[in-house]
């Protein structure tokens, strides 16, 4: 099993339209987790962190489920640049000090007029 | 601020040279860096932790004689994939801790061996 799993999608979705996606991790004791947004052949950009009480940061919403080791983001409103790939990410406990991170392959969005 | 670079952003060589990447922190120190590789279509790959002043930490399956990696100041890490053959064909990526858990990525060097 993957220590990370996500829907590799794709998601087409129209301007304007809510869309989530899931995320489910292996170690029940990871510490950290994250989303990130990763543009065709560029690097991944930190989109935001995701707390035990869920957050929020304008059209997005990131929640997470410890109990059943799930975190979700959810998009609303979608816009034409919001096309990417969002790629889950854990912070293991066993990462040795040295803040080691563990991706997903990533959900991939596109969203059309 | 926490801009990472790398160098070069975009390499081919043949098979069996060797080739160096350059990954520095731009505004900040960091004391660790990672590498990591991505192959089309799949998660970014952690290769190894870079510790500055000590050896780097490999990742199980990951040739630490292959991939070289050196630490050498608080703003540079260097990677050198020696005798690159085509499978080594990827997409390399640094990254640079930065106050705490974040990680700030590089802009990736992509890799085409022939």
């Known amino acids: 099993r993957k220590e990370v799993e996500q829907d590799p999608g794709p998601f087409n979705v129209p301007e304007g339209a809510t869309v989530a996606f899931n995320c489910t991790y292996s170690?029940?004791?990871?510490?950290?987790f994250f989303w990130y947004r990763q543009d065709c052949r560029k690097e991944p950009k930190l989109l935001m962190s995701?707390?035990?009480s869920g957050n929020e940061d304008g059209r997005f919403t990131a929640q997470l489920n410890r109990a059943s080791q799930y975190i979700s983001l959810l998009i609303r409103d979608s816009k034409l640049s919001d096309s990417a790939t969002y790629l889950c990410?854990?912070?293991?406990?066993?990462?040795?000090?040295?803040?080691?991170?563990?991706f997903g392959a990533g959900t991939r969005l596109a969203v059309h007029p | 601020g926490a801009v990472v670079s790398q160098h070069p952003s975009r390499v081919i060589c043949k098979s069996g040279t060797s080739v160096k990447i350059e990954c520095r922190s731009l505004?900040?120190?960091?004391?660790?860096m990672f590498w990591y590789r991505q192959f089309p279509k799949q998660s970014l790959m952690l290769m190894a932790t870079?510790?500055?002043?000590?050896?780097?930490?490999?990742e199980q399956g990951v040739e630490k004689d292959k991939f070289l990696i050196n630490h050498a100041s608080l703003t540079l890490s260097t990677l050198t994939v020696t005798s690159a053959h085509p499978e080594d064909s990827s997409f390399y990526i640094c990254?640079?801790?930065?106050?705490?858990?974040?990680?700030?990525f590089g802009p990736g060097t992509r890799l085409t061996v022939t």
């Open positions: 170690n029940s004791a990871s510490q950290s």
């Open positions: 990410v854990v912070k293991p406990s066993f990462s040795g000090g040295y803040n080691k991170l563990i």
């Open positions: 505004d900040f120190q960091a004391t660790t």
């Open positions: 870079s510790n500055e002043g000590s050896k780097a930490t490999y």
């Open positions: 995701v707390y035990s």
């Open positions: 990254s640079a801790r930065y106050q705490g858990y974040e990680q700030y």
